[in-house]
């Protein structure tokens, strides 16, 4: 009886130290094709993947480095433009899946992906 206890404490502790918070409404996954990141970067930083210019936004994609930690950037690397190009389309695919191409407004705008 003492070990049931002890087992049902551990479990519940467990499922209490455990972060739990509804799931944001998926969006559809959209697959965009790599020529369109590469116009986006092209717009956003030159093409410059590793682009750190002391604007507060990094890489490729001019990333902000608080967006690129809630879409899980931070598991790849501390900031975009210390990212490959691959890792930053990776993360910058859940940032589309998020916000949509509001992200990168005025690219995005002059790119004709946003309306």
């Known amino acids: 009886?003492?070990?049931?206890?002890?087992?049902?404490?551990?479990?519940?502790a467990t499922l209490l130290a455990v972060?739990?918070?509804a799931a944001p409404a998926s969006a559809p996954v959209v697959t965009v094709p790599d020529a369109t990141w590469e116009k986006l970067a092209g717009c956003?930083?030159?093409?410059?993947?590793?682009?750190?210019?002391?604007?507060?936004?990094?890489?490729?994609?001019q990333i902000w480095p608080p967006t690129w930690r809630?879409?899980?950037?931070?598991?790849?690397?501390?900031?975009?433009?210390?990212?490959?190009?691959?890792?930053?389309?990776?993360?910058?695919?859940?940032?589309?899946?998020?916000q949509g191409w509001q992200a990168w407004a005025g690219c995005a705008r002059d790119l004709g992906l946003l309306r």
Not at 3 to 11: D, H, P, T
């Open 1 to 12: 009886m003492r070990y049931r206890i002890a087992l049902l404490l551990a479990s519940a």
């Open 19 to 21: 972060p739990t918070r």
């Open 44 to 61: 956003e930083a030159d093409g410059d993947w590793h682009a750190n210019t002391g604007n507060g936004y990094f890489g490729g994609l």
């Open 70 to 98: 809630e879409a899980g950037g931070l598991l790849l690397a501390t900031r975009p433009d210390l990212a490959t190009r691959r890792q930053q389309i990776q993360v910058a695919q859940e940032i589309l899946r998020r």
